[in-house]
């Protein structure tokens, strides 16, 4: 341990013992990053109102309550009828959009590049407000149609930057090659190009759907009505009271969420970058 | 050559089609953003110039400026979005340095308590620290039991909560544009620092920490643009008690459905936004603010 301590950490002549400091500090971060979100997860198994931990008693009382109420299970079911949606509609739009970006090389690339990544840029509340108008006027207030083009719109800068980037690693020559014997440039892009930036579309298709999944602020404008998302009923219950019922529907996210990432992992094996 | 030649004006035309037909596939996309975000918010703008008599006025812009509350809340948004990003630097920077001298293997099991708050929904993590940070959580019980105070102290509902919940999470949008630049300086250079007779500190200030800024400085900006424009977290941490500009917009939308105040508002939180992003854009690669993708 103290020969450890003494002997060099980097590729300068600083010691482990010198670093200590920096290995405390960096762990106690690292564990500060994560707790807070999984002791919900214990938490959300007490049978208190008040969410002890450890739980004095184990139950599946606030499970229960959440699979017994039809209010949460409508939002839910808005919200990943919403998030699916936005998945399907923002991977092709987002990726079609990215090759045409990459491919054509005309000097409005960079304007219109610079205009669909504004959605991640500007305050997302002009987003919401401006949402809000919007379909005031084209009645699709209260919709998941007009939910869906809205999250959409988030999740778009997202996929074209994903995309975009595995594109740039990508040598468009071999499409060159494919079309030099005799594919249509569309049958090139589908056989040739799409496979080796698929880490890419997967990994967008999931940003959208998380993105969607997990949207508050233009959720609370724009649905609402028969269509309330989940995001949107557990803001407005948090701004009332602290209802256990939200640990147990956290727990539940943050269990989809990992398990996506996983996903995600897995697909990251393959050898395309992105 | 000679057909060649001829052909060449034909051809050169045919690819200028070929481009724009391409650059047409980004119209779907394009119209989505027109439609839904640029065309509004072009009318918030028109908004923010009628009064309430329905004619042209700069009342809403006045009132801003004349009206204590309203630019109570400006100074509020900034001194938060300056605190958190402070303390994103002071606690982010010192994790991205710890992660980016270990080994890449487990560098990036470490990487993992950074990605994981970041794929989880804001709104669990804002969750999260209301029931841990309330009187009777596990904050102040802990304290307590450990003898760090003496009866349960309000640490949500307020400036601290906000700041706690703000700082956890903003930090890895600082955390992963500093460990990758981090990542990607030259570990010769710190060699031939310390070669040259350089003690490890003066070696990490005067080459590393200089080469590791561009990351530093993407990070921070992200941080500072986003703390502007938050809503959620400071909805819930901050219990009314600490109200920033979004909060003002959404409440004047809510509650007075005043679209006056409220576009003003929204109109200069967006013209600062962009003024920021576009000075620092001077500074930087637009690519390099987005992370390029993670």
């Known amino acids: 341990m103290l020969a450890w301590l003494k002997s060099p950490a980097s590729e300068t002549q600083v010691t482990h013992g010198q670093r200590l400091w920096l290995y405390v500090f960096a762990i106690i971060t690292m564990i500060l990053l994560v707790t807070p979100t999984l002791i919900v997860i214990p938490m959300s198994f007490s049978d208190s109102q008040y969410l002890e931990f450890p739980p004095e008693e184990w139950s599946l009382r606030w499970y229960r309550h959440y699979f017994g109420s039809s209010e949460w299970m409508n939002a839910t079911a808005t919200s990943l009828k919403a998030a699916v949606l936005t998945m399907l509609v923002a991977t092709p739009v987002g990726v079609v959009a990215a090759y045409g970006l990459h491919a054509s090389q005309i000097k409005f690339v960079r304007m219109a590049f610079v205009l669909l990544i504004t959605p991640m840029m500007i305050p997302v509340v002009l987003v919401a407000i401006g949402a809000f108008y919007a379909y005031v006027k084209l009645s699709l207030l209260y919709t998941i149609t007009g939910l869906v083009l809205a999250h959409t719109m988030l999740a778009l800068p997202l996929v074209l930057i994903v995309t975009g980037s595995a594109l740039k690693g990508y040598d468009m020559n071999q499409e060159l090659a494919a079309r030099s014997l005799g594919a249509p440039r569309w049958v090139a892009f589908v056989t040739v190009t799409l496979p080796q930036i698929r880490f890419a579309v997967v990994t967008s298709a999931l940003l959208s759907f998380l993105t969607s999944f997990d949207e508050v602020v233009v959720a609370m404008f724009v649905s609402g009505g028969d269509n309330p998302t989940l995001t949107r009923n557990m803001f407005n219950a948090l701004r009332d009271q602290i209802d256990p019922t939200i640990a147990s529907i956290s727990t539940i996210m943050i269990v989809v969420t990992s398990l996506l990432m996983v996903v995600a992992q897995v697909f990251g094996r393959g050898k395309s970058g992105g | ?294």
């Open chain 2, 1 to 294: 050559m000679n057909t060649l030649a001829t052909n060449a004006p034909g051809l050169r035309r045919d690819e200028g089609m070929e481009r724009l037909a391409l650059f047409g596939l980004a119209s779907p996309a394009l119209l989505l953003v027109m439609v839904i975000l640029v065309i509004p918010v072009g009318w918030l703008f028109y908004l923010s110039f009628i009064g309430a008599d329905g004619q042209f006025s700069l009342e809403n812009y006045a009132r801003m400026v004349e009206r204590k509350s309203y630019s109570r809340i400006f100074v509020t948004t900034f001194q938060v979005s300056l605190l958190t990003t402070g303390l994103c630097i002071a606690i982010g920077y010192p994790l991205a340095y710890f992660m980016s001298q270990l080994p890449t293997k487990i560098a990036n099991l470490c990487l993992i308590t950074v990605l994981l708050p970041f794929w989880t929904s804001l709104l669990v993590r804002t969750y999260a620290w209301l029931v841990l940070l309330q009187k009777q959580g596990l904050v102040n019980s802990w304290a307590i039991s450990l003898g760090l105070w003496d009866e349960p102290i309000k640490i949500v509902h307020n400036m601290t909560g906000t700041l706690i919940g703000m700082v956890h999470i903003m930090l890895p949008f600082l955390i992963l544009p500093v460990y990758g630049a981090m990542r990607a300086i030259d570990r010769d250079y710190l060699k031939a620092a310390s070669n040259l007779g350089a003690s490890p500190s003066r070696a990490f200030w005067t080459v590393f920490f200089p080469l590791s800024t561009p990351g530093l400085f993407a990070g921070a900006l992200m941080v500072f643009v986003l703390c502007l424009g938050f809503f959620v977290t400071p909805a819930v941490l901050g219990g009314g008690k600490v109200i920033l500009v979004s909060m003002k917009i959404v409440s004047n939308i809510e509650l007075f459905v005043n679209w006056g105040a409220a576009s003003a508002m929204g109109v200069v939180l967006l013209v600062l936004t962009v003024a920021i992003l576009w000075i620092a854009s001077r500074f930087l690669r637009l690519e390099q603010m987005t992370g390029g993708g993670h």
